[in-house]
């Protein structure tokens, strides 16, 4: 399982890059190969503002359909719309081309309520069993 060290993560398998003021969010590595294969992914709107630990989307795989949650509180600035054509780059590439949004932050002290890749990796062995 991959969980890069320059992210942050939630309990809810979302990941965050920060860069300065923005955000970008996916879903891990761990989520999508829980999820299987992704065909739908429920995008919001650009200049939605969104609230930490609030839904922002859905994924819908051929298992079962997801809410995403917002990692941190912010304003959409992007979307990935390649997702409307291609959601199976969540899978494929959940770091990279299977990003989700982009988030400019309202309030940088959220990040320090996000799990570090070490404590990410032993949340998911625990849900492993």
């Not at 829980?34 to 939605?48: A, K």
């Not at 079962?64 to 990935?80: E, H, I, M």
């Not at 990040?111 to 570090?116: E, R, T």
Request: glycine share 6%; proline share 5%; with cysteine.
């Amino acid at each position: 399982m991959e969980v890069p060290e320059n992210l942050l993560y939630t309990q809810e398998h979302e990941w965050v890059r920060v860069d300065g003021k923005k955000a970008v969010v996916g879903i891990t590595e761990f989520a999508q190969d829980q999820l299987g294969d992704i065909v739908f992914v429920e995008l919001p709107e650009i200049n939605t503002l969104i609230e930490q630990e609030s839904p922002f989307g859905v994924v819908e795989s051929v298992k079962t359909v997801s809410d995403l949650y917002a990692p941190v509180s912010g304003k959409v600035v992007a979307v990935n719309k390649d997702l409307e054509a291609h959601p199976e780059q969540v899978n494929e590439v959940p770091y990279g081309n299977g990003w989700i949004i982009e988030i400019e932050l309202t309030d940088d002290s959220e990040l320090g309520k996000l799990m570090s890749p070490e404590d990410y990796i032993e949340q998911c062995s625990k849900e492993q069993g």
